[in-house]
C-alpha cells in the first residue's frame, strides 16, 4: 500500500534475508572479514553469532551472491532440535543427494562419494547451518565427523556455523566440544548497529527501491528509533514498516517523532515488538560491596517504575516552564494598547514567539503524558503477569 503512496519500487523494510539490501555496518564489515578470511583456509569451521534478527542470514546471503559456483559448492540447512543420525540426512538432502535406505551409513556414503566427486571437478563444499543452538551435542559431532572427509591432504567439506548468542557459550565452554573448539579456525559475534548508523541503515535500504525523500523524516525519529530497537536490523525494519504505513495512510510526507510514537504504542500493544529500556546501575548491597548486575539482575518492573519516575520528573518541569510560559504571554497580552505605536509593534513579536513557545510546550506535554501512560500500561502488565506466575507456584 504505503510503496504506491511513495513511489517505491518494492519492500524496503522486508523481514525475510535479502543480499539486495545488505548494509555494512562496523559489526558485519568486522563478520565479512572473518567469513572471508574462514573460507579462504577452505577447512574446519567458522561460527558467526548474533541475537534475534541481527542480520547473521543477510550475511551469509550477501556472502554467497558473491561466490563463484564454478568454484564452491554450497548447501545451506536450517536446524531443529536434530540428533546426529537425523541431521546426516538433512545434510544429504541439502546437498540434493536421494540416499537409497534411511540408515545413517548410505547417508554417509552419499556424502563422502559426493564430495570427492566435487574435488574431483574443482569445487570445494560448503555447509551453512543456521539456527545451531538448536543442534544436540550429538549432532555437533557428527558435523566434526564430516569435516574429517579428505582427498589426500585436501579437507573436502568446509561448515559454516550460524547460531544465536547461547550458542557461542556452548561452543567455548562445553566440555564434550574440545576437538570441535580446536577446528575453528574463525568466530565473530554480530552486536547491534550503533547509534549513529541507524539513519544510513534506514535511507540505504529505501535507496534500493528508489526512494527520493519522500518520505522525509525528521532527525530525531532515527534516535528514538535507535532506542526502541536496540539497533538490530530486524526490529528497525519491523518498526519501519509500521512507520511507512501509517505514513500512508494519513497521507504524511514528513515521518515524526508523534508518528513514531504511536507506532511504537501499538507495536508494544499487539505483542509485536518488545522495546528496549534503560538497565539500572548496579547498587551496593547490604554490606557496601557493589551487586554483579549479571549475578542479581534487576526485575524489569523495577526498571519500568524507575522510567516512570524520570518521566514524571520531567513533565513537572515542563508544568513549570509552560505556567511561566502563560504569566508572560498573560503580561504581554496587557502591555498591547490599542496604538500602533513601534513599542506595541515590538510587544506583538514578542507575544507572537511567547505564543509559538507556548504551542511547543503543550505538544511536547502531550507527547509526554502518551509515553507515560504507555509505560505504566507495561509495568502493571509485568506486575500482573508476575502476581500470576506466583499464583500458579
Keep these: 500500500m504505503f510503496n504506491d ?8 523494510f522486508q523481514l525475510t534475508p535479502d543480499p539486495a539490501f545488505y548494509f555494512e555496518s562496523l559489526t558485519h564489515r568486522k563478520a565479512l572479514s572473518y567469513l572471508s578470511y574462514g573460507l579462504a583456509q577452505g577447512e574446519g569451521f567458522v561460527v558467526i553469532t548474533g541475537e534475534v534478527g541481527a542480520g547473521k542470514s543477510t550475511l551469509v546471503a550477501h556472502l554467497m551472491a558473491t561466490i563463484d559456483p564454478a568454484r564452491l559448492t554450497a548447501a ?19 546437498f540434493g543427494l536421494i540416499v537409497e535406505g534411511h540408515d545413517k551409513a548410505s547417508a554417509l556414503g552419499a556424502i563422502e562419494a559426493f564430495l570427492h566427486d566435487e574435488a574431483r571437478a574443482g569445487r570445494r563444499c560448503l555447509l551453512v547451518v543456521d539456527e545451531s543452538q538448536n543442534l544436540q551435542l550429538e549432532a555437533l559431532e557428527e558435523l566434526r565427523m564430516l569435516s574429517n572427509f579428505q582427498l589426500g591432504a585436501h579437507p573436502l567439506l568446509q561448515t559454516l556455523l550460524l547460531g544465536q548468542p547461547e550458542f557461542r557459550t556452548t561452543i567455548q565452554d562445553h566440555p564434550q566440544l574440545e576437538q570441535l573448539r580446536q577446528r575453528v579456525i574463525a568466530a565473530h559475534h554480530l552486536e547491534a548497529m550503533e547509534r549513529d548508523e541507524v539513519q544510513a541503515y534506514v535511507e540505504h535500504r ?23 530497537s536496540g539497533g538490530v536490523p530486524r526490529r528497525i525494519n519491523q518498526v519501519c514498516n509500521r512507520l511507512m504505513l501509517l505514513g500512508a495512510v494519513e497521507q504524511r510526507t514528513r515521518i515524526d517523532g508523534a508518528i513514531l510514537s504511536q507506532v511504537l504504542d501499538e507495536l508494544q500493544l499487539d505483542g509485536t515488538l518488545q522495546l528496549k529500556l534503560p538497565q539500572l546501575r548496579s547498587k551496593p548491597n547490604d554490606e557496601g560491596s557493589p551487586v554483579d548486575p549479571v549475578a542479581a539482575p534487576v526485575p524489569v518492573d523495577a526498571v519500568a ?36 505605536t513601534p513599542h506595541e509593534i515590538g510587544t506583538s513579536d514578542a507575544m507572537r514567539a511567547l505564543e509559538a513557545k507556548f504551542a511547543a510546550l503543550e505538544s511536547k506535554m502531550l507527547e509526554q503524558e502518551r509515553t507515560i501512560r504507555h509505560t505504566l500500561t507495561m509495568l502493571i502488565e509485568w506486575i500482573e503477569a508476575d502476581d500470576a506466575s506466583r499464583a500458579a507456584a
Design 5 to 12: 503512496f511513495y513511489g517505491l519500487s518494492g519492500r524496503a
Design 206 to 228: 529505501l535507496k534500493c527501491v528508489g526512494w527520493e525523500g519522500n518520505p522525509a523524516f525528521d532527525q530525531r525519529v532515527f534516535a528514538e528509533l535507535y532506542e526502541a
Design 305 to 340: 517504575l524507575v522510567q516512570v519516575q524520570a518521566l514524571l520528573a520531567e513533565r513537572d518541569a515542563q508544568i513549570a516552564e509552560l505556567q511561566h510560559a502563560v504569566i508572560e504571554l498573560a503580561n504581554e497580552r496587557e502591555a498591547v494598547g490599542t496604538g500602533p
Design 76 to 94: 545451506q540447512i536450517v536446524t531443529s532440535k536434530l540428533d546426529g543420525e537425523e541431521l546426516v540426512h538433512v545434510v544429504a538432502q541439502a
